[in-house]
């Protein structure tokens, strides 16, 4: 692969369940290329630090950046105006009542400098086996009785792996976000998984930290 007139080796994943050491990743991140979105290879691939993104009607890629935005619960930044919607309660919490819609609402959403959307109809159905089989989770905000915002994710145990939130009214996502991090000491997270900067996330606690440091938090 070249990249600013530089080649990068490039491993194209075959049918075995295998990727290559993480430190032969590009400057962006980017690892491999090819394989599937079975269940097997999208766990194997989160537990190693891995995960898939890529356009439609392309080769599946997968990334492992250095560093990597990451969320330590305990450092979680609730501002004064959201403090103000926490406690107010506008907003109701439930858990994996509606996976496929947050899923649905979450690759629905425009955002700055993307073009279409990462979440394909081969990635939904991916993440929808891994929520049948107990792996990914969601979490839903209610405003009454109507959906206005969600994340999706997955769940290594100790380790929430973030995917995709939306937010159809304002500070939706924030609401789930937050709760997510309050939620960390009675699921035993030690962190959640941001995986790339955003100043969204950066305002609400997340930092980047290395990639051998992510490595060592995620097998602890």
């Not at 356009?55 to 004064?80: H, Y």
């Not at 690759?107 to 929520?131: C, D, F, H, S």
């Amino acid at each position: 692969m070249e990249k600013d007139g530089k080649m990068f080796p490039l491993f194209f994943v075959g049918n075995e369940l295998e990727f290559p050491p993480l430190e032969t990743a590009n400057e962006d991140g980017l690892l491999a290329v090819g394989g599937d979105l079975s269940p097997e290879r999208l766990l194997l691939a989160y537990k190693r630090g891995i995960f898939p993104w890529f356009n439609e009607d392309a080769l599946i890629l997968w990334w492992s950046p250095d560093p990597r935005m990451v969320l330590f619960p305990k450092k979680i930044k609730v501002s004064k105006s959201m403090r103000k919607v926490m406690r107010d309660a506008p907003f109701t919490l439930t858990q994996n009542k509606c996976f496929e819609k947050v899923l649905d609402h979450c690759a629905q959403v425009e955002r700055n400098g993307q073009e279409g959307t990462w979440i394909t109809p081969k990635m939904k159905l991916a993440y929808l086996e891994l929520y049948k089989k107990g792996i990914a989770r969601s979490l839903e905000v209610w405003q009454k009785e109507r959906l206005v915002g969600g994340l999706y994710g997955v769940d290594l145990g100790h380790v929430f792996c973030g995917e995709s939130m939306f937010s159809l009214t304002p500070n939706a996502s924030k609401f789930a976000f937050i709760k997510l991090a309050q939620q960390c000491e009675e699921k035993n997270y030690t962190m959640i998984d941001c995986q790339v900067y955003t100043p969204h996330l950066e305002s609400m606690g997340a930092e980047l930290i290395s990639r051998a440091s992510f490595i060592k938090a995620l097998q602890g």
